[in-house]
């Protein structure tokens, strides 16, 4: 109750002190009027009635959403309310998201480019039939859609500055640079090979089970261009969904600055922080695992040059990740072709990319009327996993684009950075992000996992083989949700579980 009453609070204030607001970053919502606040506020308050499924709860990408039947092809559907050109617009950018790059000079003029260092010839590959990517099954696999990232900390008063004043999110490793490439094109080196030691941590729940969780340990082995810096910092990623980005962006700035708290003023143990990027203009982080990319856009550019290798007009790296030590890898031929543009996927590339990421539906629910899923869904809320996976918003009426414009969409997040203790932490900050904090992650589709993507692999390494292990990994912030969790009966856990595998 408390935290409804504290949105509600904001939005009122907001209202009364709409037509005298001059700051540009207070929290205000000016596409609505006041009565369409209010009918904002009536529709994405949180629920105490678990006798029944709400109104459009089983939308969750609201008129967006894909009402066909789930099955393996379930996160690659187009937003069901996209018109004629916006469906060929989005087969055109799906064509461009499968497409194998190759290495220069190539006859293909069209699709070369690639690396020299990369990880993956296509996005596909990483975000394999756009869901979630996993660790290696076995010790000698080679990753499958997941990588190490890497930096250091500052060196100097100038780069620390830098990072203070938001110019740069991290210092890349001297050698390596940002990002631990494990493919290369040929004649030129791959930087390395990543090695996972898991060990077994054992947690014991209320009824008798006991849950064993695998703590990971990462390393780098086959170190081709020498030794690491000596305060190198390695962080994991493996690829999350892409349902629903472009509704996610189009939530309003003020629904996520009102979720804020990050002195813990209503004292409930939960402070989550906006991310900030950029330098003269500073904008919400919203997508990657500690929120360090404000739009589908630049997340789509930085996937590219980073990932792949290719330069797009938002990133201009035709070498990819290669570093100034990297002299083998700079002397290789790129795909820039000069009749083609300056960069090696020009426009229309990036656009129709970023459209097609823009515009994958989310899944519609299942069984949300089913009795144990309501009773899961009471857990749910009762153990306070809602004061950071908030259920609703109601997305902007000026959203860049139409399809996403004022739409009561379910994504079970916050978008705002979390401590989540030490279990989780990586030790790596980035941009806004503390060693500890990691952003919300939605929750819609995750239920589908196992069908889409044949695992059960969470968090942002991989490491949970099941929900039960996500939420158990869960501390800090989430500690008293985790330990709620851990003194459920039995059956109740259960119900929780069916819940979430219901999204």
């Known amino acids: 109750m408390l935290f409804q009453n504290k949105i509600h609070l904001t939005l009122v204030l907001l209202v009364n002190v709409a037509s005298s607001i001059a700051v540009a970053d207070t929290p205000y919502r000016g596409d609505l009027t006041a009565d369409e606040l209010n009918r904002v506020f009536a529709v994405t308050k949180l629920t105490s009635d678990f006798s029944q499924a709400e109104r459009f709860e089983a939308m969750s990408g609201g008129a967006a959403t894909s009402s066909r039947s789930p099955d393996a092809d379930a996160f690659s559907q187009f937003s069901a309310n996209l018109g004629f050109e916006g469906e060929e617009k989005f087969k055109l950018g799906n064509g461009l998201f499968r497409k194998l790059w190759v290495s220069s000079p190539s006859s293909t003029q069209a699709s070369d480019g690639l690396g020299p260092l990369f990880n993956a010839r296509s996005c596909q590959r990483c975000h394999l039939k756009d869901g979630r990517g996993h660790p290696p099954e076995h010790d000698a696999d080679s990753a499958v859609s997941m990588f190490l990232r890497l ?74 261009y020498g030794p690491l810096h000596p305060d190198v910092l390695i962080s994991p990623r493996i690829a999350p969904p892409m349902v629903g980005l472009g ?45 360090s990319t404000a739009s589908v856009l630049q997340q789509s550019a930085d996937a590219f040059a980073g990932d792949i290798g290719i330069s797009t007009p938002r990133a201009m790296r035709p070498w990819g990740d290669c570093t100034s030590l990297q002299t083998q890898c700079l002397n290789q031929p790129t795909g820039v072709q000069k009749n083609l543009g300056d960069s090696e996927a020009p426009d229309p590339v990036l656009e129709l990319v970023t459209f097609y990421s823009s515009n994958l539906a989310v899944p519609i629910r299942r069984r949300v009327a089913n009795t ?47 401590d989540m203790g030490e279990g989780l932490a990586d030790g790596r900050p980035v941009g806004s992000a503390s060693r500890r904090e990691w952003r919300t992650a939605p929750l819609w589709g995750i239920g589908l996992t196992k069908l889409v993507n044949g695992h059960t692999y969470f968090l942002h390494d991989g490491r949970a083989r099941n929900l039960t292990e996500a939420i158990l990994w869960h501390g800090g912030e989430a500690e008293n949700s985790r330990q709620a969790f851990i003194e459920l009966p039995p059956e109740r856990r259960k119900n929780l579980i069916q819940f979430l595998e219901s999204l």
């Open 151 to 224: 930096s250091v900390p500052p060196q100097s008063e100038k780069e620390k500055r830098l990072i203070e004043t938001g110019e740069k999110q991290i210092i890349p490793e001297p050698t390596y640079g940002t990002q631990l490439q494990d493919l290369a094109i040929p004649g030129v080196p791959a930087e390395g090979k990543m090695k996972i030691t898991y060990t077994e941590i054992k947690v014991a729940l209320s009824g008798g089970e006991v849950i064993s969780l695998r703590k990971p340990e990462y390393s780098i082995i086959e170190k081709k």
């Open 372 to 418: 144990s899923v309501l009773s899961g869904k009471k857990e749910f809320y009762e153990i306070g996993c809602v004061k950071c996976h908030r259920p609703k918003f109601v997305t902007s009426k000026k959203a860049v684009q139409k399809e996403h414009r004022f739409q009561l969409i379910w994504p079970y997040t916050d978008l705002l950075l979390h």
């Open 247 to 291: 509704l996610l962006e189009a939530i309003h700035d003020a629904d996520i600055l009102q979720q804020a708290d990050p002195d813990d003023v209503d004292l409930d143990g939960i402070s989550g922080r906006v991310s900030w990027v950029g330098y003269e203009h500073k904008k919400i982080g919203r997508f990657g695992w500690k929120a």
